[in-house]
């Protein structure tokens, strides 16, 4: 059974880092396409980092070059770091996996509450 865990989130102050962690079962992240993504009340999901079974990574307009997606195979754990926050990045950020490889994603977890305050 395919399982994943969301953790690290919490308060922050604009301009602080928090590194999230994702911790997979029931999968080998490694051969996977794994993503990250957010959703702040009253708006839509939105895309914000993936990384391929290749260790290729994307990344949302709104967090290119302030987060970093990456993975630990021996934990099998996916992370996402996060840089120079601001209030716009607060979200409940949800890990998901893609078994086809393709933009649409299988499983999720529950998420994980970012808030960044000004």
């Known amino acids: 059974q395919v399982q994943l865990v969301e953790s690290g989130g919490g308060l922050v102050q604009a301009g602080d880092s928090l590194r999230l962690s994702c911790a997979a079962s029931g999968l080998t992240i490694s051969s996977k396409m794994m993503g990250w993504f957010r959703q702040a009340p009253g708006k839509d999901r939105e895309f914000v980092a993936s990384i391929s079974w290749t260790g290729g990574t994307n990344y949302g307009a ?20 996060m840089n120079s926050l601001k209030p716009e990045d607060t979200a409940v950020y949800y890990c998901a996996t893609s078994f086809t490889g393709s933009t649409r994603y299988d499983y999720w977890g529950r998420g994980t509450q970012v808030t960044v305050s000004t």
């Open 62 to 81: 709104s967090v290119k070059g302030r987060f970093t997606i990456s993975r630990d195979n021996a934990k099998n754990t996916v992370y996402l770091q």
